[in-house]
């Protein structure tokens, strides 16, 4: 008999400051869709890009999630953990000549990669980056509910899986941890979208499963920025979860029962869980948070 797969979804913050109202609303997106379908709901901390991450953060998000009721499977994971299954793919993928050195800097490239390096030979001794080798096809999905999109990876060139500094490109580690964790939905914002076709090339040439995608609506705030650290937004204010839970189910347009106003975090979840709707986003590339 055909036996249901087991929905594993994640959530995956870096730990470059404290969450955020945006980053919560994903964090809640991400959760519901998980619960709902009674499926697992893990937490991996994204901490490769390290001159970034701020002390504390960690435990600033875990803090922030566990007040908000967000409660994950199993073990935190660490990006930093995976260093040495990260370096086994690119020798693997190096062994098959499918990824090459470059030596480019920013300075001398255009917004498309124009693969100049990939057919020289490149003195390893010189700092350099890793790309992998793309080609002319075009790469189309469905998602949850940005609908069909599609990509010719030659628009973007050959992309980077190991910056100069020697630490792992977003799109190349993202697709191994996914693969590690066995995830199969992943519930993310809108801003991730066109990364996407880059890293289910990846999975095609990793021989992974791909998972299905849901990428959420982003934040903006009144001005029409997206709510972001790098546009200085503000840790989420806990003094009272409740009303940040009703806040951002309004927000994430499922429409709780004024009644709810006056619930618990516990039993605002629940009624999440229960009502979880995600077509009411459906098409929908961003929101404005509401005024305070």
């Known amino acids: 008999m055909f036996q249901k797969q087991t929905y594993i979804g ?10 955020h109202f945006g980053s919560v609303y994903t964090a809640l997106a991400s959760f519901l869709q998980a619960r709902s379908q009674q499926g697992q709901w893990l937490l991996r901390i994204d901490d490769l890009d390290t001159p970034r991450n701020i002390k504390g953060s960690v435990e600033s998000i875990l803090s922030t999630l566990d007040t908000l009721g967000l409660y994950w499977d199993g073990k935190v994971a660490y990006q930093s953990q995976t260093l040495d299954v990260y370096h086994q793919v690119l020798e693997q993928l190096a062994l098959h000549q499918l990824i090459y050195p470059c030596i480019c800097s920013r300075k001398t490239l255009t917004q498309r990669y124009n693969g100049r390096c990939r057919y020289q030979t490149i003195d390893l001794v010189l700092p350099h980056a890793w790309r992998i080798k793309t080609d002319q096809q075009r790469l189309s999905f469905k998602d949850v509910l940005q609908g069909s999109v599609s990509e010719c990876l030659s628009e973007q060139g050959d992309f980077i ?3 100069k500094d020697q630490i792992m490109a977003y799109q190349f580690a993202v697709v191994v941890d996914d693969h590690l964790q066995g995830i199969n939905q992943v519930v993310r914002g809108y801003d991730l979208l066109d990364s996407t ?3 289910i090339f990846l999975h095609h040439v990793l021989g992974y499963t791909l998972p299905s995608y849901m990428h959420v609506p982003i934040i903006i705030d009144e001005q029409g920025y997206k709510l972001s650290k790098q546009t200085l937004a503000t840790a989420v204010d806990l003094t009272q979860p ?31 869980m229960t009502h979880w709707n995600p077509a009411h986003l459906q098409g929908c590339s961003q929101l404005t948070i509401p005024s305070a």
């Open 242 to 272: 409740e009303s940040l839970i009703f806040k951002l189910l309004t927000l994430l347009k499922q429409n709780p029962p004024n009644a709810l106003k006056e619930a618990s975090v516990d039993e605002l979840l629940a009624w999440g």
């Open 161 to 163: 899986l190991k910056r």
């Open 10 to 19: 994640r959530f995956a913050p870096s730990p470059t400051g404290p969450l």
């Open 197 to 199: 076709p880059r890293q």
